[in-house]
């Protein structure tokens, strides 16, 4: 069965920088889509990031583009997300979320992904 496991949240200053990482498992990711998802306190899981297993094709919301990278390792299954220049509206759980592969209208939207992880928490200081 799949399971994703993240690591490398935590506590940091406003315009600091954290490296999460997600290990993925449990079968062969080859066609699959991988992203990170955050949820606030009272708020909606929203997408950040996305890559696509093969081809390495990256997205990003809005709100941290050009302050995130999104990048993978497929050998070792993994995935990361750094984090530059935090800021106090990035504090949130962030969750790593996989699915085969799917249309790129469907990319954004975490109903459409079957597997995910148990999070890790990112909280930014002012």
């Known amino acids: 069965q799949v399971q994703l496991v993240e690591s490398g949240g935590g506590l940091v200053q406003a315009g600091g920088s954290l490296r999460l990482s997600c290990a993925a498992s449990?079968?062969?990711?080859?066609?699959?889509?991988m992203a990170w998802f955050r949820q606030a306190p009272g708020k909606e899981r929203d997408f950040v990031a996305t890559?696509?297993?093969?081809?390495?094709?990256?997205y990003y919301s809005d709100s941290v583009k050009g302050r995130f990278t999104i990048s993978g390792d497929n050998a070792k299954n993994m995935r990361y997300l750094q984090m530059d220049n935090l800021k106090p509206e990035d504090t949130a759980a962030y969750y790593c979320a996989a699915n085969p592969r799917m249309a790129l209208s469907a990319l954004r939207n975490p109903n459409n992904y079957n597997y995910w992880g148990q999070g890790t928490q990112v909280t930014v200081s002012s």
């Open positions: 449990g079968r062969t990711f080859t066609n699959w889509d």
């Open positions: 890559i696509r297993w093969s081809g390495g094709h990256t």
